[in-house]
């Protein structure tokens, strides 16, 4: 569930990264969703400063499609684990989904709005070991 920092439901949170704005993303892993805490640019509105809001995936609800560069809400993560920002987007390793995925904004200017696309792997689908065995 969203919320302050000190009401939110997280489950399991498994990852943490800084992004250029100062945002804060987590890797909600049991929740099977992306969980963000406003950056400097999206501080205007001081009632929702230390709000956590889900902005990528569906809690509670584990999947492995992101209907191809989907609207963030509407992408469905299995168990995501590492994180990280660069580059402009924010990726993420789908851990149960075998697969990497990026979280980018929707508009360059929007810091709410974020859309979800498989970078690599293909999400639901176990790949093999790289030695073939």
Not at 24 to 45: A, F, M, S, Y
Not at 61 to 82: H, I, M, Q, T, W
Request: include cysteine; aromatic fraction near 6%; glycine fraction near 10%.
């Amino acid at each position: 569930k969203d919320g302050d920092r000190r009401t939110c439901e997280l489950n399991c949170p498994s990852g943490i990264a800084l992004d250029p704005n100062d945002a804060v993303w987590i890797t909600d892993r049991q929740n099977h969703c992306i969980r963000r805490l406003p950056g400097k640019e999206d501080r205007l509105d001081p009632s929702r400063e230390d709000w956590i809001t889900t902005t990528a995936g569906q809690a509670k609800r584990p999947g492995a499609n992101d209907y191809n560069k989907s609207p963030g809400l509407r992408a469905f993560f299995r168990e995501p684990g590492g994180i990280c920002c660069a580059f402009g987007a924010v990726y993420v390793s789908d851990r149960d989904n075998h697969a990497i995925r990026s979280i980018t904004p929707m508009d360059p200017a929007s810091t709410t709005n974020f859309q979800v696309t498989t970078v690599a792997g293909d999400a639901g689908k176990e790949g093999g070991n790289a030695s073939g065995w």
